[in-house]
């Protein structure tokens, strides 16, 4: 499983690199990447495919999973 802040680390972008790259805003990739917002389908495709790897490998994990469990119960 691959986290959305892991891909975007290994390639060395910021946040907001990684936001002007794709036309996301810098807040929301923020807050997937801490479990806070889950993107659309047609974001999570746009990240996957910029990162070539499969949607549910980055937004559907175990790790993902934990983040939003974690979250939920702040």
Do not use: C, W
């Amino acid at each position: 499983m691959f986290s959305l802040a892991e891909l975007r680390k290994s390639r060395r972008l910021t946040q907001e690199q990684l936001s002007k790259l794709l036309g996301i805003s810098k807040s929301s990739i923020a807050m997937y990447e801490t479990g806070q917002r889950v993107p659309s389908l047609n974001k999570a495709k746009k990240i996957a495919e910029f990162f070539n790897v499969p949607v549910e490998k980055i937004f559907f994990g175990d790790i993902n999973h934990t983040l939003r469990a974690k979250n939920k119960s702040l």
